[in-house]
């Protein structure tokens, strides 16, 4: 009995040390984590071939933001995901539609969890304020009145065009090319441009620029252009004449006279000179009755002079003239081709007429030397003498007809000055016994050869017309003269000028011989009919 109590009351003292056991070993299991957070979330260009780069969400609390570049498609992108939980739902790496908030729950080792709400921007464009008209045309495919193409000449935000003589259009359809995002009205839209028309561009951004279109009709029958020169309250005005009437070719900043025409398609270019302190060689270039920008001719700071111009099928420049290069050497002569210089003199000298035919450039003119001066005409800068060194001659107009090369000058006999006319390098004299004369064009048509000039009559220098050798007066006024010469199917214009009763200078376009006086205190220069 007494070893049973004893037994009791030893079980009695250990309990309390089995349960401290007890207890000791539960607190030593593992407790399941209740992490469950997101701590990076990106889509990854690697993953995801629309992206350029890669893209970091922004964690803020229990949501995250991504921001991507404009134009990507949200639909179908696959996140990296980052957490600390056990599970996350949807999974890392799963294709998933981000058009609107999505819900990603990730879920801890204590099977608590935790939403994140996913949402994306997608950056908008920059829209583009871009509304320029580029290219505005009629073409004959959309337009059958047409013969060719027509191309429109912008000008800022006018945009001109001329049409041939006949044509209509009052339903023409415009081709046009525009930075912006449309054009009001549209292209390929038959429009009336009997009256101006107004086209509105509108770029991306929502801006707009209107332009407005006019469209002329040529008129019927040729268009005669003269230039020359004209005084407006003592300022010499470089001018033009269309068929009659006058546009200035220069601002009246300086004093100015053009002395040569040449009309290319709707592009009307003049030479002349210029006087900026020096005289400058200047041309100019009008197309659609626009001014374009030209080069001046000088190379040096002296005087330079244009004489001529001619515009060849491949729209090259070529300007004939004379420039000072200073003490000792004088006027050389000079071509300028699109305003680059080629000196084709060494000595004194000048180049009066320049002509192309094919490839070839054909400039008339004069060189001095110790014994004379030499009548030249040069074939692609390669000089031609037309008169024996110990002479004095001068070239003064060159034409080309077919495989015929005429120059026309002067030819002194010791006396007085005649009129030269070399065929291939053959003269003729012209008028071999008249008192003196003085030629400064010249025009072949069909087999004819028209040079024209002045005569002295009665001590005064009176314009004159050669056809084939034979001459013919032009006016009965002293101190008159004829300097440019164009014949346009069988009917013969000639520019030139004569001096009124009270001894003012009048500027006359001479038709078949039939005098129309086109300003007053003016002279022309030059003619050409298209």
């Known amino acids: 009995m007494k070893t049973s109590l004893r037994y009791v009351i030893m079980a009695l003292l250990l309990l309390p040390m089995a349960l401290s056991i ?15 957070s997101i701590t990076s979330f990106s889509f990854l260009a690697a993953d995801n071939p629309i992206l350029s780069s890669d893209v970091q969400g922004v964690i803020s609390g229990k949501e995250i933001h991504c921001v991507f570049p404009a134009g990507v498609s949200v639909t179908a992108l696959k996140p990296s995901i980052v957490h600390t939980g056990n599970t996350i739902s949807p999974a890392s790496g799963i294709a998933t539609d981000f058009t609107n908030v999505v819900n990603y729950s990730v879920t801890a080792k204590d099977h608590s969890s935790q939403t994140y709400a996913i949402s994306v921007t997608v950056t908008p464009p920059v829209l583009s304020s871009n509304k320029t008209i580029t290219a505005f045309s009629f073409l004959t495919t959309d337009n059958p009145v047409l013969s060719a193409d027509v191309q429109g000449i912008i000008s800022g935000q006018n945009i001109l065009f001329t049409l041939p003589a006949g044509v209509s259009v009052t339903a023409l359809k415009p081709t046009i090319v525009h930075t912006g995002s449309a054009v009001d009205p549209a292209a390929g839209t038959a429009h009336d441009f009997s ?8 770029a991306e951004d929502g801006s707009t620029q209107a332009y407005a279109i006019s ?46 025409v040449f009309v290319s398609g709707n592009t009307l270019y003049a030479a002349g000179s210029q006087r900026i302190g020096n005289s400058y060689a200047m041309y100019w270039k009008r197309e659609n009755d626009v001014e374009l920008s030209t080069p001046k001719l000088n190379e040096t700071n002296d005087d330079a002079y244009a004489n001529s111009i001619y515009v060849s099928d491949n729209n090259d420049v070529y300007v004939a003239g004379q420039e000072n290069h200073g003490a000792g050497i004088g006027y050389i002569a000079k071509v300028w081709k699109n305003g680059a210089a080629t000196s084709l003199t060494t000595a004194s000298g000048a180049a009066h007429s320049v002509f192309v035919s094919g490839n070839d450039v054909y400039v008339a003119g004069w060189e001095e030397v110790a014994t004379g001066w030499v009548a030249k005409v040069w074939k692609n800068g390669v000089a031609t003498n037309l008169s024996p060194l110990d002479q004095r001659a001068y070239g003064h107009a060159v034409f080309v007809s077919g495989n015929d090369v005429y120059v026309a000058g002067q030819y002194y006999n010791g006396s007085t000055f005649l009129l030269a006319l070399w065929k291939n390098g053959n003269l003729e004299i012209i008028d071999p016994n008249t008192p003196g004369t003085d030629v400064s064009s010249i025009f072949v048509a069909d087999g004819d050869v028209y040079l024209v000039g002045n005569e002295i009559r009665n001590g005064q220098y009176n314009a004159k017309v050669w056809k084939n050798g034979v001459g013919t007066f032009l006016s009965s006024v002293a101190r008159s003269d004829a300097r440019s010469v164009y014949v346009h199917n ?30 007053s205190d003016a002279f022309a220069y030059g003619v050409i009919v298209k």
């Open 22 to 36: 007890i207890i000791s070993c539960r607190n030593d299991e593992p407790v399941p984590s209740s992490e469950k």
């Open 195 to 202: 009256t101006p028309a107004t086209y509105t561009v509108t």
């Open 215 to 260: 469209v002329s009709v040529s008129e019927s029958g040729p268009s005669v252009y003269v230039v020359g020169g004209q005084m407006f309250f003592g300022t010499g005005y470089a001018r033009v004449w269309k068929n009659g009437t006058g546009t200035n070719l220069t601002n009246g900043d300086y004093n100015a006279y053009a002395t040569s």
């Open 490 to 519: 069988g009917d013969v214009y000639i520019a030139g000028w004569e001096f009124d009763n009270d001894g003012k200078q009048v500027a006359i376009l001479w038709k078949n011989g039939v005098a129309t006086t086109l300003a």
